[in-house]
C-alpha cells in the first residue's frame, strides 16, 4: 500500500470521526427528545441549593429531556452548570438539552398567582404566601411585627395588621418575606389615596384607627352595598360610649377560630373584646380591602344601633333594643329551622 493511500484511509478516517462527532453532538445537544407541536407543559421549580444534577433528574423524570447524563454533558460544555436561576419555569415535553438549559439559565420566570382574600388576618396570608410561594409561614409572621422592619417602610404602627392590602397578585418563586411583604404594605399605599389621607386627617382620625374600623366593617359584612350600614352602627356606639360589642373583634382572640361563637368567649379578657371594653381596640384585627376604608371614613346617615344576620348574608337594622330582639328572634327560628333541614337529610342517608 503506498503512503498516498495511507494518507487518504487516514484522513477519510478522521473526517468520518469528525462528522460522525458532530452529528453526536447536534443530536445530544440540540435535537428535541421529542418533537410535538402541541407537546405538554410542565412546571420546574428551582429551589434555594438545588444542584444541577437534582433538577437535571427532575427534568428527565418528567420527559422534559432524554436523560440525566446528555443535559450534564450540554451545561458542562456551556459552562452553565453553576448558572441555575432560583425560580418556576415552564418547559415543554421532549426539549433538546439546549433548549432545555436556556430555558432555565435565560429564559422568562412563570408568574405564581394567588389572591390574599378582604378580611383575612395576617396569620392567613402568610399560610397562603406559603402555600404558593414556600415562605415559611413563621417567618413572615415575625416579620408583621418586627419594628425596624415597621419603620423601614414608613407605616407608623406597632404591627402591619391592618397595612396588609388584600388583592390578586403575581409573583416570581424565590422572593423572601421581605420582599412579599413590602410589595403588600406598597400596594395598600397605592391605595390609599391622598385625598383619602386628608379626608382622615380632616376628621381627626388616625390611619391606624381607620383600618381599625375598617377591619370590624370587614369581619362582620358578607355584601359589600351594607358596608357603610354598618359602619354607621359603630360610628353611632362609638358617639353615646356604647361598646362595639363586634364579633369579629372576638374571632380574632380565639386561638380555634374561625367558629361559631360561645357565650364563654365573650368573656375572655382581652383589649380586642370589645363585648368588655368599650372603645377601638388597640389595633386592626384583619386586612380590609379598600370598600371597607372607604366605610369607615364615610357611614351612613343612620340611627341604627344594632344589627343581626338574616342568614342569606345581609343584616337586619335596627335603631332600638325592642326591634333588635324581635329581627334577632326572627334569625334564631331561620337557624333552627336550617338546623332541623341538615338533620333530617342526615336522617336519610
Request: proline fraction near 4%.
Amino acid at each position: 500500500m503506498t503512503l498516498k493511500k495511507i494518507v487518504r484511509i487516514i484522513f477519510v478516517a478522521i473526517t468520518s470521526l469528525i462528522l460522525i462527532t458532530g452529528m453526536v453532538l447536534v443530536y445530544v445537544l440540540y435535537i428535541p427528545f421529542s418533537p410535538k407541536k402541541n407537546a405538554e407543559s410542565v412546571d420546574i421549580i428551582v429551589r434555594w441549593g438545588s444542584s444541577f444534577g437534582v433538577v437535571a433528574a427532575e427534568l428527565a423524570e418528567k420527559n422534559v429531556v432524554r436523560s440525566v447524563d446528555q443535559l450534564k454533558f450540554t451545561a458542562t460544555l456551556y459552562k452553565q452548570t453553576q448558572k441555575l436561576r432560583v425560580g418556576k419555569f415552564t418547559l415543554k415535553k421532549g426539549m433538546s438539552n439546549y433548549d432545555a438549559l436556556m430555558a432555565l439559565v435565560k429564559g422568562p420566570q412563570s408568574l405564581i398567582k394567588f389572591t390574599l382574600p378582604n378580611g383575612y388576618d395576617s396569620r392567613r396570608f402568610a399560610k397562603i404566601i406559603e402555600r404558593y410561594l414556600e415562605i415559611d409561614s413563621v417567618e413572615t409572621v415575625a416579620l408583621i411585627s418586627d419594628s425596624s422592619f415597621i419603620a423601614q417602610l414608613g407605616v407608623n404602627a406597632t404591627s402591619l395588621e391592618g397595612y396588609l392590602y388584600p388583592e390578586t397578585y403575581n409573583f416570581t418563586y424565590g422572593l423572601n418575606a421581605k420582599n412579599i411583604i413590602t410589595a403588600l404594605v406598597h400596594q395598600h399605599q397605592k391605595m390609599v389615596s391622598d385625598t383619602l389621607l386628608n379626608k382622615i386627617k380632616k376628621q381627626g382620625w388616625t390611619m391606624k384607627e381607620v383600618l381599625t374600623l375598617a377591619s370590624i366593617i370587614e369581619g362582620e359584612a358578607m355584601v359589600d352595598t351594607e358596608m357603610p350600614i354598618i359602619s354607621s352602627v359603630y360610628h353611632n356606639r362609638l358617639a353615646i360610649g356604647m361598646p362595639l360589642q363586634a364579633d369579629p373583634t372576638i374571632q380574632y382572640i380565639i386561638q380555634d377560630g374561625p367558629r361559631r361563637l360561645l357565650r364563654s368567649d365573650l368573656n375572655i379578657d382581652s383589649p380586642y373584646n370589645t363585648y368588655k371594653y368599650k372603645g377601638l381596640p388597640p389595633g386592626p384585627i384583619n386586612n380590609p380591602g379598600i370598600n371597607a376604608i372607604m366605610a369607615a371614613i364615610s357611614p351612613a346617615q343612620t340611627k341604627y344601633l344594632y344589627f343581626v344576620a338574616n342568614g342569606d348574608g345581609t343584616h337586619s337594622f335596627s335603631e332600638t333594643y325592642s326591634q333588635h330582639l324581635r329581627a334577632k328572634k326572627r334569625f334564631d327560628e331561620y337557624r333552627a329551622h336550617v338546623e332541623k333541614a341538615k338533620q333530617q337529610k342526615a336522617d336519610n342517608e
